[in-house]
């Protein structure tokens, strides 16, 4: 459901590489004004901009606790043809990394969203299907409901379980459409309970939403249980 926009991994990683390099060099100025220097040529700004867009992307891959200090000596010492590491070996232990963060980030997604259904389900108006989808039913509708053929206009908003909002299509001011069966498979599922006019809100386990695998540089977390509240605009049947 989410729009994916993104570089090409390779490309991603070398901006991540790049933006450990820049964000944490500036950590090790120490006290220096964190104002925004005066801009003197294009070049400047063209810096400014892309230590604006690595930092970004430092942050969104999770990489909160690097030291300064350790980064600088790498950095300078590559310059210079000194690096203890090849850059091989230096790609290999930063992925080696980002993997180790992704496996505990899901572990911990999948421990709460576990948790989470479990409790959930034994609440009021709460259904749960054999596949693990739970929905509730927020306007019960009284249009016809979809098959997993057709193509279908809702209205949605994605949060994850703590509440933070993810994608809307109501933020957007614009509803969305697309096949039913071209989604993921909570969707596919849980649209078809619904009826046209209807409003429902649907918890999505792990495995019925984007697994392992979700938009990287994204908001959601591997392996993470999501809740959409989804009202159901229109269906167009397709061939």
Do not use: C
Not at 186 to 209: C, H, N, S, Y
């Amino acid at each position: 459901m989410t729009v994916r926009n993104h570089l090409p991994r390779r490309h991603a990683f070398l901006l991540l590489l790049a933006a450990t390099t820049l964000f944490s060099s500036h950590q090790a100025l120490g006290q220096r004004s964190k104002a925004r220097k005066t801009t003197t040529s294009p070049m400047d700004s063209v810096s400014y901009a892309l230590g604006v867009l690595f930092a970004t992307n430092l942050s969104n891959e999770g990489f909160s606790n690097i030291d300064g200090e350790s980064l600088r000596q790498g950095f300078e010492q590559a310059l210079a043809g000194l690096a203890t590491l090849s850059p091989q070996e230096a790609d290999g232990t930063v992925r080696m990394h980002m993997t180790k963060l992704k496996e505990e980030a899901g572990k911990k997604s999948l421990e709460e969203g576990e948790a989470f259904l479990a409790e959930n389900a034994s609440k009021e108006g709460v259904v749960t299907t054999e596949s693990g989808l739970q929905y509730e039913v927020l306007v019960e509708g009284n249009g016809a409901s979809p098959k997993a053929t057709d193509e279908v206009t809702v209205h949605y908003r994605g949060t994850l379980l703590n509440g933070e909002e993810f994608d809307s299509s109501i933020g957007r001011g614009q509803p969305a459409t697309f096949p039913l069966n071209g989604v993921i498979r909570g969707w596919t599922e849980g649209l078809q309970t619904m009826k046209v006019g209807g409003k429902t809100r649907f918890f999505i386990p792990q495995d019925l939403a984007y697994g392992a695998r979700p938009a990287p540089g994204g908001k959601i977390p591997p392996y993470a249980a999501l809740i959409f509240e989804v009202e159901l605009l229109n269906i167009t049947a397709r061939d």
